[in-house]
C-alpha cells in the first residue's frame, strides 16, 4: 500500500512566523514530490515540486526532500493569514502512471 | 480562460439513478485524471488517461466509468448512485512533456440523497 501521511493539523502560527508543514511517504520508488494549496471550497493549486534531494526556494516558500528518510516538507516564511488553507503533499509514483499519491493535508491557521 | 473546467458544479441526486460529469480542458494536456475528494478532504485518484491507456485505481467500483469522446474531454459517468458516492470530484489535466503540474478543474459536489 502506497501511503503518503502528514499531520492533519491545525497548524496554528502568527502572522509573520515561519509555518513548517511535514510529510512523509512509503514507497522509495517515489520520484516526485509535491505541495498543494486548497482553500476552502476550491481546487488543490500547486505551490511547489521538487525531485531531487535538498532544498528548493521560491518565493516565501522553500521546499526540502531527504529520499533517505523519505520525508519532504515546506517551508513558509513570513506567514500571511491568506496563506491559511489546507496544504496537500502529493507524490507521484512511476510504476503507477503519472497519477499522484495525496496525503491527508495538514490544515495551516495563520493569526493577524 | 478557464483551463480545466467542470460540469455541473454541483449535483444533487436520488440513490440508484445513473449521472455523468464533464470535464474539458483547453490547455492540449495529452493526460487527463479523475480524483475523488471525501468528506474528511482525502483526495484519491480515481483514473488516469491518455491517448494510449486507461489506468483504474483497483478500488473504484466498476459503477464507475471514464468516457473520452476526445483528447479535450473526460468524461465520468456514475451507474447506480450510493450514498457513499457523495463527494467532491475532481478532474485534472497534465502535459507529457515538459513539467509535470497537474491542473485541476473547480470540482463538482455530488450529493446522493
Known amino acids: 500500500q502506497k501511503e503518503v501521511e502528514q499531520n492533519s493539523g491545525p497548524l496554528s502560527v502568527p502572522e509573520g512566523a515561519i509555518a513548517s508543514l511535514n510529510c512523509t511517504y512509503s514507497?522509495?520508488?517515489?520520484?516526485?514530490f509535491f505541495w498543494y494549496r486548497q482553500y476552502s471550497g476550491k481546487s488543490p493549486e500547486l505551490i511547489m515540486s521538487?525531485?531531487?534531494?535538498g532544498d528548493k526556494e521560491d518565493g516565501r516558500f522553500t521546499a526540502q526532500l531527504n529520499k533517505a528518510s523519505q520525508y519532504v516538507s515546506l517551508l513558509i516564511r513570513d506567514s500571511q493569514p491568506s496563506d491559511s488553507a489546507t496544504y496537500l503533499c502529493?507524490?507521484?509514483?512511476?510504476?503507477?502512471?503519472?497519477?499522484?499519491?495525496f496525503g491527508k493535508g495538514t490544515t495551516l491557521s495563520v493569526s493577524s | 480562460d478557464t483551463a480545466v473546467s467542470q460540469t455541473p458544479k454541483y449535483l444533487v441526486t436520488q440513490m440508484g439513478n445513473d449521472k455523468s460529469i464533464k470535464c474539458e480542458q483547453n490547455?492540449?494536456?495529452?493526460?487527463m485524471y479523475w480524483y475523488k475528494q471525501d468528506s474528511k478532504k482525502f483526495l484519491k485518484i480515481m483514473f488516469s488517461y491518455n491517448n494510449k491507456e486507461l489506468i483504474i485505481n483497483e478500488t473504484v467500483p466498476n459503477r464507475f466509468s471514464p468516457k473520452s469522446p476526445d483528447k479535450a474531454h473526460l468524461n465520468l459517468h456514475i451507474n447506480s448512485l450510493e450514498l457513499g458516492d457523495s463527494a467532491v470530484y475532481f478532474c485534472a489535466s497534465r502535459t507529457e512533456t515538459g513539467r509535470e503540474t497537474q491542473y485541476f478543474g473547480p470540482g463538482t459536489r455530488l450529493l446522493v440523497l
Open positions: 521538487i525531485y531531487s534531494n
Open positions: 490547455l492540449g494536456h495529452d493526460t
Open positions: 514507497d522509495r520508488g517515489s520520484q516526485s
Open positions: 502529493a507524490v507521484r509514483l512511476y510504476q503507477a502512471g503519472t497519477a499522484l499519491i
